[in-house]
């Protein structure tokens, strides 16, 4: 007598245990990293009498590493136990601050920004071992609701995170704030110490470093869905970078407000990303199915925001649009790491996040850079009219996509890995 086999569901996510733990050791670092930043900032501002310079330096470092470690540090990712990967990364956090704390003993207050260089620096190593967690460990009709969740608790601390850290700076001061931070790294390491253990492949175990590196890139550019992603990564970076230092001359050319109001329209903002998330939470089965209409639909709606944005002088309107634009932005991040989570084979999940990631960060600091002189050869206008049209750009990319209708996407890898008779199909 035979009997017919249906396949089995997955218990819900809050009972997955990487989930839980990978979630918990989030919400802790996260409490860290703003304690950490408010804490550094306004540190530097009071021993500095509030020096611009110096404190532009705790953004470089927090930025330049990006450029320098994240590749490396997704193809170490790949090659490493992701286990032993997070936990030494909360860990060494833990202890370079406890060796801060002894320079500013010693009067060598100047060592904070090593803080934010070695916080910057581990990042880049256990980030991506927490994208291959969910990979190896989360069920995939799941992984869409567990990133919402993740990024959801991101949003939460852009509106909270300010708040709490601050609270701690004043109550506690320069010293105590880095103890506590110390007590969350090592909270964090300890909780991670339930995550279960995963070894390298073979094919990992065989190659050098250098191997990996070159594989990386080769991955990415065989893939064709990989390749437009890099362009809309880059693009949003640029688009974001344009506008991100003008936002106050909005408040003041066409609203008529005074700077200070601008803290309200990036609370606005972040309460849009923390909606975004939780829409898209609400959502993550759906969205999977449509996946490449809602890329383009939620880049076109971000494009026609940033308009609108320039072109009111009504100060509900700009609110709106900037709830939007953050509703946007979360609910397009989230569907772009399900994706990139989804498609990149598990070997590959560091290395392409390494690749990718700085492509956004780059954009930024280009178009940062380029902000200033936009709007001074031109206008205000003509310059988000500029960084709009990046994004409909990015949104006509996004057609590109396209979808396996037959292999799974997570079996894809490069055609190092496959027999002379095998031939690599696009993700």
Known sequence: MSHSSTPSTPPPLWQNRVFQIVAFADLLQQLAIWTRNIALLFYVMEMTDNNPVAVSLLTMFEYLPIFIFSFIGGTFADRWNPKKTVIAGDTLSAVSIGVIVLCMMSGLWQAVFVATIVSAVVSQFSQPSSAILFKKHVPEEQV???????????????????????????????????????????????IQLGLPSSERSADLARSTVVQDMVEGFRYVKRNRNLVVIAAIFTLLGLAVGIIQPLDVYILIERLGLNKENLQWFYAVSGIGMLLGGLLAAALSSRIQRFAKTVMFLGLFILAVSIVFEVLSRWVLVTASMRFFVGVTEAFLQ??????????VHADYVGRTNGILAPLTTGGVLIGSGAAGLLMSSTSLMTTFFISAALVAAAACISLQLSFPSGQNANELKTDAGLSKKESLPNV
């Open 144 to 190: 869409g609701l567990a990133v919402s969740i993740t990024q959801g608790l991101m949003s939460l601390f852009v509106i909270v995170g300010p708040i709490i850290g601050t609270s701690i700076y004043t109550t506690l001061g320069i010293r105590y704030s880095l103890f506590m931070l110390i007590g969350l790294f090592l909270l964090a390491a300890l």
């Open 334 to 343: 989230i569907v772009l790491s399900t994706f990139m989570i989804k498609l």
